[in-house]
Nanobody, 115 residues
Framework: QVQLVESGGGLVQPGGSLRLSCAAS????????MNWYRQAPGKQHDLVAS???????NYADSVKGRFTISRDNDKNTVYLQMNSLKPEDTAVYFC?????????WGQGTQVTVSS
């Protein structure tokens, strides 16, 4: 079965950096686009970044120039490098993949940006 396991969240000061990882299993990782979403308290899931199977990337305007999504198909892992973090980046970050007509989500990892 499809499994997505995020790691790397934590507490960081404004201006700091974190790298999130999502280890995937149960499907042919290299064939699918992967996404990072986030959900702040009381808000809906927002798409943060996407990477296609060929490596093309797309970002939400709010994180352009600060976040970088990447993938390692040998390790079945997608990453989100987050730099220049701001308090408004505080959220639970989720890894996501859509396979055929089904959506799969990880359990999420908390990122808190605070001094």
């Amino acid at each position: 079965q499809v499994q997505l396991v995020e790691s790397g969240g934590g507490l960081v000061q404004p201006g700091g950096s974190l790298r999130l990882s999502c280890a995937a299993s149960g499907f042919t990782f290299s064939s699918y686009a992967m996404n990072w979403y986030r959900q702040a308290p009381g808000k809906q899931h927002d798409l943060v970044a996407s990477i296609t199977s060929s490596g093309s990337t797309n970002y939400a305007d709010s994180v352009k120039g600060r976040f970088t999504i990447s993938r390692d198909n040998d390790k079945n892992t997608v990453y989100l490098q987050m730099n220049s973090l701001k308090p408004e980046d505080t959220a639970v970050y989720f890894c996501h993949v859509r396979i055929l007509f089904a959506n799969y989500w990880g359990q999420g990892t908390q990122v808190t940006v605070s001094s």
